[in-house]
């Protein structure tokens, strides 16, 4: 007789093989939540992780947007992240995918390298206003960014309808409209780059269409480059970058090679041209004698004595040699430049908004409502008590070297 243990043991679905089955089922459901939490978590944390790459890299390359284009971020799409955005530096790109492929992560790469292909080769452009305005963003009512003179050679990044994403001489990134440039590819801005040129050297004037000077051909500002094209009796025959054809009067410019070969700037030649600006117009985003703000001005000044410097205070700030930083003014000679802001604190970094030049006897010159000379003197007329009390430090750029810094004298034109 089988009792009733005997009968529930031989029941089929207690079976020794069935409870030997339900075991392995049991285990692949906890492996199958355990990857269920692994794949919720995993993603995250990968994400992240690309995010810090990319936030180191472009720490690494590219600290200052002004300056440097790595606009670069990863999105996730099922399984898979996908890299996008764009730059202009192929190392930064190459650095950030050989980071992600060492770490054994797997992407997307839908970065664009610029320039843009859309650009079919065009990646170079002149200048071919007097005074080109380049915006913050690809629109008139944008930002006024900085200023670029005539004749100066550009690098064209991308398009946005009529308007170019383009990089001055100095690196700085902003947006012109198509009227402010003549678009060239490589080959046609070799041969620009190589003919003779003139540089307007009058604070403000014109070009003509004939040596009668009846009608204008455009308006010139000082540091304004054409190309030569030959000797009048009394002018320059030019040409600008588009083709057009202008007289330019002897006496308010001369050749850019001999400009350049009898460059040898002094303290004194550096302060003889600040005081030429004196009463020209604040403009925020100025760089040219039409209108300057603080840092256009200095960079002006540096210019017309054949010298790139960088485009803002705050950039401006880390090039030179230290002289200054009590303030001991007894230091300073003739064309230092002069830091204004606020000091750092335990929770603030510093903050540099402001540059003037000293020009000697407790002087500096600066753009500032316009081009004026100040005083650190309290018994002076023109002391500038606010200045004063938000000194930082002075810099002395004139015949200092860096990678910042460009010398005229020793480059074929611009640096390219």
């Given at each position: 007789?089988?009792?009733?243990?005997?009968k529930?043991?031989?029941?089929?679905?207690?079976?020794?093989?069935?409870?030997?089955?339900?075991?392995?089922?049991?285990?692949?459901?906890?492996?199958?939540?355990?990857?269920?939490?692994?794949?919720?978590?995993?993603?995250?944390?990968?994400?992240?992780?690309?995010?810090?790459?990319?936030?180191?890299?472009?720490?690494?390359?590219?600290?200052?947007?002004?300056?440097?284009?790595?606009?670069?971020?990863?999105?996730?799409?099922?399984?898979?992240?996908?890299?996008?955005?764009?730059?202009?530096?192929?190392?930064?790109?190459?650095?950030?995918?050989?980071?992600?492929?060492?770490?054994?992560?797997?992407?997307?790469?839908?970065?664009?390298l610029?320039?843009s292909?859309?650009?079919?080769?065009?990646?170079?452009?002149?200048?071919?206003?007097?005074?080109?305005?380049?915006?913050?963003?690809?629109?008139?009512?944008?930002?006024?960014?900085?200023?670029?003179?005539?004749?100066?050679?550009?690098?064209?990044?991308?398009?946005?309808?009529?308007?170019?994403?383009?990089?001055?001489?100095?690196k700085?990134?902003?947006?012109?409209?198509?009227?402010?440039?003549?678009?060239?590819?490589?080959?046609?801005?070799e041969?620009?780059?190589?003919?003779?040129?003139?540089?307007y050297t009058?604070?403000y004037?014109?070009?003509?269409?004939?040596?009668?000077?009846?009608?204008?051909?455009?308006d010139?500002?000082?540091?304004?480059?054409?190309?030569?094209?030959?000797?009048?009796?009394?002018?320059?025959?030019?040409?600008?970058?588009?083709?057009?054809?202008?007289?330019?009067?002897?006496?308010?410019?001369?050749s850019?090679?001999?400009?350049?070969?009898?460059?040898?700037?002094?303290?004194?030649?550096?302060?003889?041209t600040?005081?030429?600006?004196?009463?020209?117009?604040?403009?925020?985003?100025?760089?040219?004698?039409?209108?300057?703000?603080?840092?256009?001005?200095?960079?002006?000044?540096?210019?017309?004595?054949?010298?790139?410097?960088?485009?803002?205070a705050?950039?401006?700030?880390?090039?030179?040699?230290?002289i200054?930083?009590?303030?001991?003014?007894?230091?300073?000679?003739?064309?230092?430049?002069?830091?204004?802001?606020?000091?750092?604190?335990?929770?603030?970094?510093?903050?540099?908004?402001?540059?003037?030049?000293?020009?000697?006897?407790?002087?500096?010159?600066?753009?500032?409502?316009?081009?004026?000379?100040?005083?650190?003197?309290?018994?002076?007329?023109?002391?500038?008590?606010?200045?004063r009390?938000?000194?930082?430090?002075?810099?002395?750029?004139?015949?200092?070297?860096?990678?910042?810094?460009?010398?005229?004298?020793?480059?074929p034109?611009?640096?390219?």
């Amino acid at each position: 007789m089988v009792n009733k243990y005997q009968k529930r043991s031989n029941f089929p679905f207690e079976s020794p093989q069935f409870r030997t089955m339900k075991y392995i089922s049991q285990l692949w459901k906890c492996a199958l939540v355990i990857l269920l939490i692994a794949s919720c978590t995993l993603a995250p944390k990968n994400t992240r992780f690309l995010e810090e790459e990319i936030q180191e890299i472009k720490t690494r390359f590219a600290p200052d947007k002004r300056v440097a284009l790595f606009d670069v971020s990863v999105v996730k799409k099922g399984p898979s992240f996908i890299l996008i955005g764009e730059s202009d530096m192929a190392g930064a790109i190459t650095a950030l995918k050989d980071n992600l492929a060492s770490e054994n992560i797997t992407f997307i790469d839908s970065i664009q390298l610029l320039p843009s292909s859309e650009l079919k080769g065009k990646t170079r452009a002149v200048i071919n206003v007097s005074v080109a305005n380049l915006r913050s963003a690809p629109k008139h009512s944008a930002e006024l960014a900085t200023q670029a003179t005539l004749g100066t050679p550009v690098k064209v990044l991308k398009k946005a309808e009529s308007w170019y994403y383009i990089q001055t001489p100095d690196k700085y990134l902003s947006w012109v409209d198509e009227g402010g440039i003549t678009l060239m590819d490589n080959k046609h801005f070799e041969q620009w780059k190589a003919q003779d040129k003139i540089i307007y050297t009058k604070t403000y004037g014109h070009s003509y269409r004939s040596a009668d000077e009846k009608d204008v051909v455009s308006d010139l500002v000082a540091g304004g480059i054409l190309e030569f094209v030959k000797l009048g009796e009394d002018h320059f025959v030019a040409a600008y970058p588009d083709g057009r054809i202008a007289f330019v009067r002897f006496d308010e410019a001369q050749s850019y090679l001999g400009w350049i070969q009898n460059m040898n700037p002094t303290q004194n030649d550096l302060v003889a041209t600040s005081k030429e600006l004196i009463g020209v117009p604040y403009l925020w985003g100025g760089t040219s004698t039409k209108g300057v703000d603080c840092s256009g001005f200095t960079k002006t000044v540096f210019f017309l004595n054949g010298m790139i410097i960088p485009r803002d205070a705050s950039q401006q700030v880390h090039t030179g040699k230290p002289i200054d930083s009590l303030p001991n003014f007894d230091n300073l000679q003739k064309g230092d430049l002069l830091f204004f802001g606020t000091k750092a604190t335990d929770s603030n970094k510093e903050k540099v908004v402001h540059v003037g030049m000293w020009i000697g006897n407790n002087e500096f010159i600066h753009a500032s409502k316009m081009v004026r000379i100040s005083s650190m003197d309290p018994n002076a007329d023109n002391y500038d008590d606010f200045n004063r009390n938000r000194y930082l430090r002075t810099k002395r750029i004139l015949k200092e070297e860096g990678d910042a810094l460009i010398n005229l004298t020793q480059t074929p034109l611009f640096k390219d």
